[in-house]
Every structure is written in C-alpha cells, then in structure tokens.
C-alpha cells in the first residue's frame, strides 16, 4: 500500500475552492501549522470533518476515491460509525472475526467503537476500501 501523501489531497480540494490555508486558520477551521502536519500525518476524523464541511466536499472526493463531489454535511460528532460499520458487515455476510483478521486488527477497536470511540480517518479509509464502500457509508451525515 503506497502512502497517501495528505497534504497535497487537501490542498488540492482547498485550492479548488479558492481558499487558502491561512483563511482555513484564520476562520478557525485548524488551528494554526495544523495543516503543515498533514504532510507527516494523516488529519485527524475531526479536522478532516471541518475542512470537508467548510470546503462542501466529500471526503472521498478530496481523497481522489471519487470524480464526483456528491456532498452532504458531516455531522461533528460522529456516533454511528460502529452501526453504520455493523450494518455493511451484515449486508456483506462478514463476521466482525472475519473482518478483524483481514485487517489485522484487535477485538477491542470493535469493542472501542461499539462505545462511540471513532476510528482514524486512516482506519476509516483501509475499512472503506476492504468494504469497496465509499468513506460515506461509514460516516454519519447531515439528514
């Protein structure tokens, strides 16, 4: 799995709209050098939230897992992912087992989630692409 550089992804999608990193500072979006992070490491679920709903992009379009930016507003706090995960297991007859082993993941994450814990936004993309789902499947999402 080749590393996904961040920074370019999300500076990308910024530039698209015209807007630069300091505006993202600047109206409280990230905190300051924030941003500068994404080029060692991945945004957090939270940070990545802001800047999607401030940009109105999907995450899987800002992340290029999609050509179209088909957008609907994230909820801040995310409280369904462990639902949301259990019901695409279900839909794909894959044992929570089955799924930690293919991931190489412990019991307790599914025990943190099942507990409103939310998962990196790393996790959350390795998750979607062994579901072949979109990022949106597992996230809540404004109705």
């Given at each position: 799995?080749?590393?996904?550089?961040?920074?370019e992804?999300?500076?990308?999608?910024?530039?698209?709209?015209?807007?630069?990193?300091k505006?993202?500072?600047?109206?409280?979006?990230?905190?300051?050098?924030?941003?500068?992070?994404?080029?060692?490491?991945?945004?957090?679920?939270?940070n990545?939230?802001?800047?999607?709903?401030?940009?109105?992009?999907?995450?899987?379009?800002?992340?290029?897992k999609t050509?179209?930016?088909?957008?609907?507003?994230?909820?801040q706090?995310?409280?369904?992912?462990?639902?949301?995960?259990?019901?695409?297991?279900?839909?794909?007859?894959?044992?929570?087992?089955?799924?930690l082993?293919?991931l190489?993941?412990?019991?307790?994450?599914?025990?943190?989630?099942?507990?409103?814990?939310?998962?990196?936004?790393?996790?959350?993309?390795?998750?979607?692409?062994?579901?072949?789902?979109?990022?949106?499947?597992?996230?809540?999402?404004?109705?």
């Amino acid at each position: 799995m080749e590393k996904v550089n961040y920074f370019e992804l999300f500076k990308n999608a910024i530039e698209e709209r015209n807007v630069t990193i300091k505006e993202l500072e600047d109206k409280n979006i990230l905190k300051t050098n924030t941003f500068y992070n994404f080029s060692t490491y991945c945004p957090s679920i939270n940070n990545a939230i802001k800047i999607a709903n401030f940009l109105k992009m999907s995450l899987d379009y800002i992340l290029e897992k999609t050509d179209n930016n088909i957008f609907r507003p994230y909820k801040q706090h995310q409280t369904n992912f462990y639902n949301n995960l259990k019901n695409l297991l279900n839909s794909y007859n894959i044992s929570n087992q089955k799924f930690l082993k293919d991931l190489h993941m412990n019991k307790d994450n599914v025990t943190n989630w099942k507990n409103g814990a939310v998962p990196k936004l790393s996790t959350i993309i390795k998750i979607a692409e062994y579901l072949d789902c979109n990022i949106d499947d597992l996230m809540d999402v404004e109705k």
